[in-house]
């Protein structure tokens, strides 16, 4: 969608994204949504957008592949795990990514294309059995049809138009789509260019049936996204392990004591494990990928859980083995992980 100025309004978390990296500081999920509001970026009709940005953001935080961290109630920062030139670097490459994706769109034959916008369509929600590509030669102006299961709440029929251009798509298109439509059927029209005013204000204009548009931009970040022609790789981060460094140096006395732990002789726990820790700002979530200490946080791969742990917390020294704590599958209590470490467990 297109603000009066030209510029493409997105959704919650990206708009968040955008924010946050403007900003010096972790903001208010309400600065956000004012700032992005400010911004005319904001992809919402809502009445209260506030209360939606801190709902997204309060459940994206719980991926393991969340861009955002949280710093206290209500204030969100974003995941902050490379150095400034790996960032850089990393940035450099996806958008170098995205172009050669977009010009091999442009290369692809229109059958295989119309075929690639179905596997998008699988990835969306669409019912793979339910989805047909129209025959090339004679498809009346419908790409693909199929009925789109939103969340397994109901269940919506509806007919694809895909248009492999370089030029704007106009108004005109968007009502030939709309003419092509079944009754209760809803339209989607996906390009690999823009759309101008006059088509955006079409596919939106009241009394008529409504017709979702995805123009080249949101195409390249739904295929990136779903992963279809696209490899998002991971790579590890090395950090140092301040546990191996609390044994060689002497243990860091501002360090928080672990609490006591009962011990009983039980069967080993599987991995990769889950484990969470807790301090008086925020609860972080990991995963303990092996008893070796590799453990993964946001999405990263750290080689030890201290690694883990002082990116999670943001102290200058963390010993990961008494930080982290996971639950005994048998007792349930809560231990911390230093217990696998010395194998009484």
């Given at each position: 969608m297109l603000n009066s100025k030209g510029a493409v309004k997105i959704n919650f978390l990206d708009c968040a994204y955008e924010i946050l990296k403007k900003s010096d500081t972790p903001l208010h999920y309400t600065e956000i949504t004012n700032r992005a509001l400010a911004a005319n970026i904001l992809d919402t009709k809502g009445q209260t957008p506030e209360a939606t940005m801190g709902s997204r953001l309060y459940t994206d935080t719980k991926q393991p592949n969340s861009r955002f961290r949280r710093v206290k109630r209500g204030v969100f920062g974003l995941v902050e795990t490379q150095s400034p030139g790996i960032a850089q670097r990393i940035t450099t490459l996806n958008e170098q990514t995205r172009s050669d994706l977009r010009q091999r769109l442009f290369k692809m034959p229109p059958d295989r294309f119309e075929v690639l916008i179905s596997q998008l369509l699988t990835a969306l929600g669409f019912e793979e059995e339910t989805i047909e590509v129209t025959s090339y030669s004679n498809d009346g102006g419908i790409d693909v049809r199929g009925i789109l299961n939103a969340a397994g709440i109901t269940k919506i029929n509806a007919a694809v138009q895909a248009k492999r251009w370089k030029r704007n798509i106009q108004a005109p298109a968007i009502q030939a789509l709309r003419g092509s439509l079944t009754v209760h059927e809803q339209g989607i029209f996906i390009t690999t260019s823009k759309f101008s005013k006059g088509a955006i204000a079409e596919a939106e204009a009241p009394g008529k049936t409504p017709v979702s548009l995805i123009d080249g931009d949101k195409l390249v970040t739904l295929l990136i996204r779903h992963e279809i022609g696209v490899v998002n790789e991971r790579h590890t981060l090395h950090t140092l392990d301040e546990a191996w460094w609390d044994d060689v140096a002497g243990a860091d006395e501002s360090l928080p004591e672990p609490m006591p732990q009962t011990i009983v002789e039980t069967s080993p726990v599987t991995y990769p494990l889950p484990i969470w820790a807790k301090t008086k700002k925020a609860h972080f979530q990991a995963e303990l990928l092996?008893?070796?200490?590799?453990?993964?946080?946001?999405?990263?791969?750290?080689?030890?859980?201290?690694?883990?742990?002082?990116?999670?917390?943001?102290?200058?020294?963390?010993?990961?083995?008494?930080?982290?704590?996971y639950q005994h599958p048998e007792t349930k209590e809560h231990r911390t992980i230093n217990i696998l470490r010395q194998g009484l467990d």
């Amino acid at each position: 969608m297109l603000n009066s100025k030209g510029a493409v309004k997105i959704n919650f978390l990206d708009c968040a994204y955008e924010i946050l990296k403007k900003s010096d500081t972790p903001l208010h999920y309400t600065e956000i949504t004012n700032r992005a509001l400010a911004a005319n970026i904001l992809d919402t009709k809502g009445q209260t957008p506030e209360a939606t940005m801190g709902s997204r953001l309060y459940t994206d935080t719980k991926q393991p592949n969340s861009r955002f961290r949280r710093v206290k109630r209500g204030v969100f920062g974003l995941v902050e795990t490379q150095s400034p030139g790996i960032a850089q670097r990393i940035t450099t490459l996806n958008e170098q990514t995205r172009s050669d994706l977009r010009q091999r769109l442009f290369k692809m034959p229109p059958d295989r294309f119309e075929v690639l916008i179905s596997q998008l369509l699988t990835a969306l929600g669409f019912e793979e059995e339910t989805i047909e590509v129209t025959s090339y030669s004679n498809d009346g102006g419908i790409d693909v049809r199929g009925i789109l299961n939103a969340a397994g709440i109901t269940k919506i029929n509806a007919a694809v138009q895909a248009k492999r251009w370089k030029r704007n798509i106009q108004a005109p298109a968007i009502q030939a789509l709309r003419g092509s439509l079944t009754v209760h059927e809803q339209g989607i029209f996906i390009t690999t260019s823009k759309f101008s005013k006059g088509a955006i204000a079409e596919a939106e204009a009241p009394g008529k049936t409504p017709v979702s548009l995805i123009d080249g931009d949101k195409l390249v970040t739904l295929l990136i996204r779903h992963e279809i022609g696209v490899v998002n790789e991971r790579h590890t981060l090395h950090t140092l392990d301040e546990a191996w460094w609390d044994d060689v140096a002497g243990a860091d006395e501002s360090l928080p004591e672990p609490m006591p732990q009962t011990i009983v002789e039980t069967s080993p726990v599987t991995y990769p494990l889950p484990i969470w820790a807790k301090t008086k700002k925020a609860h972080f979530q990991a995963e303990l990928l092996d008893i070796n200490g590799r453990t993964c946080y946001n999405g990263v791969e750290y080689q030890s859980p201290s690694g883990a742990g002082q990116v999670a917390s943001g102290w200058k020294s963390c010993n990961g083995w008494t930080f982290w704590y996971y639950q005994h599958p048998e007792t349930k209590e809560h231990r911390t992980i230093n217990i696998l470490r010395q194998g009484l467990d």
